[in-house]
């Protein structure tokens, strides 16, 4: 028996959620990728606990994945097993009194990572919260979000994160609190705690606001989201901006706005998306993405690093 069929069996005796042999295309929001040996839907912290030990005797890697949406599997077979938490981890929580949500009051919301930034941003409007205004239109988990520190150019998700709760690769679940949290751009580095390490809870600082003001916040973002392609299949941006500058802005000027590899297109609406037209490859998009690189330094004297994960 092979250390695969070991992890197979260990799932199924503890009644965890999986599915051997899938495409990552289906899992990922711009639809492209290799088949997986195995996918794993843990839905809470008991399970995952189980999952990392169980993966940890059988000597086996692993990747993380919310909703896959700055996430690009390459073509090839994925010999690691996937950890999903697009079924799990969706719990909302306003942690304060009732006696301290007067006003403009700061209340504190914890949230599962696998909550979508559509639903905790609906949550707060309906519940009159302002801070997370910024997460219209980012479809990934608020774990992903934070993770790599998602936003705009008004806000980011490391502004009003008050602690997360991860477990490491060893297993021992941590509070870790804002002190010990190093946001960057496009990024987050835990102190003390290495890499492979899941969130599985975030908690947020948000304010009491009238529901008015909430909503036009929210218009600013709306009127954004019009110039970028909503409804194609694609990894939202690409391309980190150079400081002082727009990755977006670069690539039409180096005249590859609309530009084509296969299935794969620089958009139109936005050039900083790339969007799979229907059948693209992950080497259509790596072509395209590889050629704008070389073509924005050989004109531009710009290296133009991606915000996407590859795998």
Do not use: W
Not at 20 to 42: A, H, R, V, W
Not at 90 to 119: M, Q, Y
Not at 266 to 280: E, Q, Y
């Amino acid at each position: 028996m092979n250390n695969l069929d070991n992890i197979i069996n260990g799932l199924r005796e503890n009644g965890i959620e999986f599915i051997e042999n899938e495409p990552m295309s289906l899992y990922t929001s711009i639809k492209i990728g290799g088949k997986c040996d195995i996918i794993i839907f843990p839905k809470d912290e008991q399970e995952l606990f189980f999952i990392i030990r169980l993966l940890k005797e059988n000597s086996r890697n692993y990747i993380i994945i919310g909703r896959g949406t700055n996430t690009l599997f390459k073509d090839a077979r994925i010999s690691f097993p996937v950890i999903s938490f697009k079924k799990g981890f969706r719990h909302i929580k306003e942690i304060d009194s009732p006696a301290e949500k007067k006003g403009n009051s700061k209340i504190s919301l914890r949230v599962g990572s696998g909550v979508a930034l559509p639903t905790v941003l609906n949550y707060a409007v309906k519940n009159c919260l302002s801070g997370c205004e910024f997460f219209f239109g980012i479809p990934g988990t608020l774990g992903g979000a934070v993770r790599m520190n998602a936003g705009s150019k008004e806000s980011v998700a490391g502004n009003i994160v008050e602690s997360i709760e991860i477990i490491t690769k060893e297993g021992v679940k941590l509070n870790i609190e804002k002190k010990d949290l190093q946001f960057s751009y496009r990024n987050l580095d835990v102190n003390g705690v290495g890499e492979g390490y899941f969130i599985t809870g975030v908690t947020l600082s948000l304010v009491r606001a009238a529901r008015s003001k909430i909503a036009d916040n929210i218009n600013v973002f709306k009127e954004r989201k019009l110039r970028q392609p909503l409804g194609e299949y694609s990894l939202g941006c690409i391309f980190k901006n150079p400081e002082g500058d727009s990755a977006g802005k670069i690539i039409e000027e180096i005249g590859f706005k609309g530009f084509s590899n296969g299935d794969a297109a620089v958009s139109n609406k936005h050039a900083n998306f790339i969007i799979n037209k229907g059948r693209a490859s992950a080497e259509d998009i790596l072509g395209l993405i590889n050629n704008i690189q070389k073509t924005a330094l050989l004109r531009k004297g710009i290296k133009l690093s991606t915000e996407i994960k590859i795998i």
